[in-house]
């Protein structure tokens, strides 16, 4: 099956505590993305990466940070920096990143992960 | 800059059809697409619309661009219970960014 996973599915972390989100995707996808979405809101790009070895900061990546080792995986780390992490964190992917007039930069979302702090 | 708007709530009666507004503000936008999302669920893909194309037809999913007015809909025909959910309209303008609406909630009752 191919896809995209998250997990875990749930995460509670105390306030003070830095954590990791997993995002893997099968898809041979070059391009990854990683979303904050909060009730009553629109996604929020927090960070994007176009290959391998490579990303870029987003609208709101104050507090985060990733990496992207391989092709299939582009884990986030919700710092102690983050003033407000709890909410629902999304992961995406596409085949490239795309210019202005490519359908392959169509974006795919994982099931997400929801975070709370305690 | 980009700046999507939906209505928050649509409430429809199950076999109706259900139309979700949606504006947008950057008129360079290339695609624009709608996702449907479950609750606790990540966003599913429903359907993309090339910005040089007026409407598109896709089984029950009919999608209207009026380029002019920058104002797409998605119509739902024969509303089900499983159509319950957050649609989420998006723009690509002419780099990789999306810009999302913040959804509209779709309640279907029986």
Known sequence: ?118 | GEDVEQSLFLSVREGDSSVINCTYTDSSSTYLYWYKQEPGAGLQLLTYIFSNMDMKQDQRLTVLLNKKDKHLSLRIADTQTGDSAIYFCAEKSGDYKLSFGAGTTVTVRA
């Open chain 1, 1 to 118: 099956d191919g896809g995209i996973t998250q997990s875990p599915k749930y995460l509670f972390r105390k306030e003070g505590q830095n954590v990791t989100l997993s995002c893997e995707q099968n898809l041979n996808h070059d391009a990854m993305y990683w979303y904050r979405q909060d009730p009553g809101q629109g996604l929020r790009l927090i960070y994007y990466s176009q290959i391998v070895n490579d990303f870029q900061k987003g609208d709101i990546a104050e507090g985060y940070s990733v990496s992207r080792e391989k092709k299939e995986s582009f884990p986030l780390t919700v710092t102690s920096a983050q003033k407000n992490p709890t909410a629902f964190y999304l992961c995406a992917s596409s085949l490239t990143l795309g210019g202005s007039w490519i359908s392959t930069d169509t974006q795919y979302f994982g099931p997400g992960t929801r975070l709370t702090v305690l």
